[in-house]
């Protein structure tokens, strides 16, 4: 947890809906990243280290037996080993979802589009990033034949550039709409014509700063604000074009940012999409979460009015547990919801962009954690 970081302390009384929530598939989820944080396995996308307070109520999770885990014994769990913060900054939360998208394993006239695998030559720079031509922090670069390093070109560089520096395909899709739908959610499940399935995890980026496409359309007045959703966005782009040059295919390489995948077959993986943290996530548990600021594992109670099961906003009080990050998640009181997977997650992940109330446990025994 950053110190910067503007907490006020509250007793577990100041959150009624608590007591309602099912927290033995909170304690669930949170024992998944307890594994993870207890492994000497490195996070897919590295955060804010786990502290030793953490990691002790981490070795206490994984020596209680689940199976017999009660629904009191739950909610004591979190109440022996956790104090609630409040954050006094305004949350606000978006969701996210896996998409389950049409692919074919050669390009055709209809599935031209290829999912790019990880180039050989990037390489990740979690503890040295790198300045880019704008005097802005790159976090992936690309080595040379001599050893160096230089920044990794960007969206439309990747696109359109020479065939040597374009990735190598994983499979093919319908068009560059699909593609750039998967690499913001970040996971996927490709879906051929013979009923095959073939999963995506999230495997490396370019280190370009991150650009947000619905709020480019927003600013520029193409779609009012009230109107947004996913579906009007990926309308609009495909109405504008998404051939090399066309306004669709250049307002999406505004966003520089380009992400990059890998066939995924693990035990691990059938469980769900693959967050940052590593493990799989959970539908309506798992969070993504601004990881220089908050480490993997910590629970999060958040409370808003959200269109979560249906278009219609109601209530949303959840104990969630954060396992994911994303380029776009910055701030101490801001979130990505894990919707789910498929077609009716991603309808309503598409309109999930409200103001939220955040309350944090952190360990007991922690700095500014205990007293």
């Known amino acids: 947890m950053s110190a910067s970081t503007d907490l006020e302390p509250v007793g577990f009384d100041a959150i009624d809906a608590l007591f309602q929530d099912d927290l033995q598939e909170a304690f669930r989820v949170f024992r998944r990243s307890a594994d993870v944080i207890l492994s000497p396995a490195s996070p897919l996308r590295p955060a804010r280290p786990a502290d030793e307070a953490l990691a002790n109520v981490c070795r206490i999770a994984c020596a209680i037996d689940e199976a017999k885990l009660s629904r009191d014994a739950a ?22 979802y896996e998409p389950v998208i049409e692919a074919r394993d050669t390009p055709d ?48 560089a990747l696109e359109e550039g020479p065939a040597d520096i374009r990735p190598a395909p994983i499979a093919f899709l319908r068009d560059r709409v699909e593609l750039f ?6 996971s996927a499940r490709l879906r051929f014509a013979d009923g095959r399935e073939l999963p995506l995890t999230y495997d490396g980026r370019n280190g370009r700063p991150y650009t947000s496409i619905g709020r480019l359309l927003i600013e520029r007045g193409l779609v009012p604000p009230n109107e947004m959703s996913l579906e009007r966005l990926k309308a609009e782009i495909r109405a504008l074009g998404q051939q090399d040059g066309a306004p669709g295919a250049r307002l999406m390489q505004e966003n520089r940012s380009y992400v990059f995948f ?12 693959i967050g940052g943290q590593g493990c799989a996530l ?68 598409g309109l999930v962009r409200h103001g939220a109330r955040f309350t944090v ?10 007293d």
């Open 109 to 156: 006239a209809a599935f031209r589009t290829p999912v790019p695998a990880r180039p050989a030559d990037l390489v990740t720079l979690n503890d040295a990033p790198i300045l880019g031509e704008a005097g802005e922090t790159l976090t992936s670069a690309r080595r040379r034949p001599d050893g160096g390093l230089e920044p990794y070109p960007d969206r439309r």
């Open 282 to 349: 959970t539908p309506l548990r798992s969070i993504a979460v601004d990881r220089s600021l908050w480490s993997y594992g910590l629970p999060f109670w958040i409370e808003g009015t959200l269109p979560w099961r249906s278009a219609t906003a109601e209530p949303f009080e959840r104990l969630m547990i954060a396992q994911d990050t994303g380029s776009a998640i910055l701030g101490p009181a801001r979130a990505d919801l894990f919707f789910g997977a498929g077609e009716r997650a991603g309808a309503l992940a």
């Open 262 to 273: 890998r066939a995924d077959s693990s035990p691990e993986r059938r469980d769900g999409p």
């Open 361 to 370: 446990l952190l360990p007991r025994g922690a700095e500014r954690g205990d």
């Open 75 to 96: 909610l004591d769990f979190f109440a022996a080993h956790f104090r609630p913060f409040r954050l006094r900054a305004p949350g606000f939360v978006t969701a996210y």
């Open 181 to 186: 739908l998967i690499q913001v959610q970040g």
